[in-house]
């Protein structure tokens, strides 16, 4: 996923990691929060018919939390197509 000047991750911190057996990577993008300290992350398997916001009740009892999901998973380009068996990373709040 190329990062596009103007884009919301255009001054974000950026890491690659490999993701497949064929050694694509993704960008994962880290946030600085000065306050806060290291965010940390969970991760959880998706499961065929489940969505965002079950799974951001599931972890957070707040289904509207299911961006921040997505913004912690920028490989994820289609809320309504993930594979099943698909790593997401639960941010911790």
């Not at 950026?14 to 969970?42: C, H, K, Q, R, W």
């Not at 991760?43 to 951001?56: F, M, N, P």
């Not at 289609?78 to 068996?85: A, L, Q, S, Y």
């Amino acid at each position: 996923m190329p990062i596009y000047k103007g884009s919301r991750y255009e001054s974000s911190i950026v890491d690659f990691i490999s993701t497949d057996a064929e050694g694509d990577s993704y960008p994962v993008v880290f946030y600085e929060f000065s306050d806060i300290g290291l965010l940390s992350f969970t991760e959880h398997y998706y499961v065929k018919g489940e969505r965002l916001d079950q799974i951001a009740f599931q972890y957070y009892s707040k289904p509207s939390l299911w961006w921040y999901i997505l913004e912690y998973n920028p490989e994820i380009t289609d809320v309504f197509n993930i594979e099943p068996g698909t790593v997401i990373r639960i941010p911790s709040v």
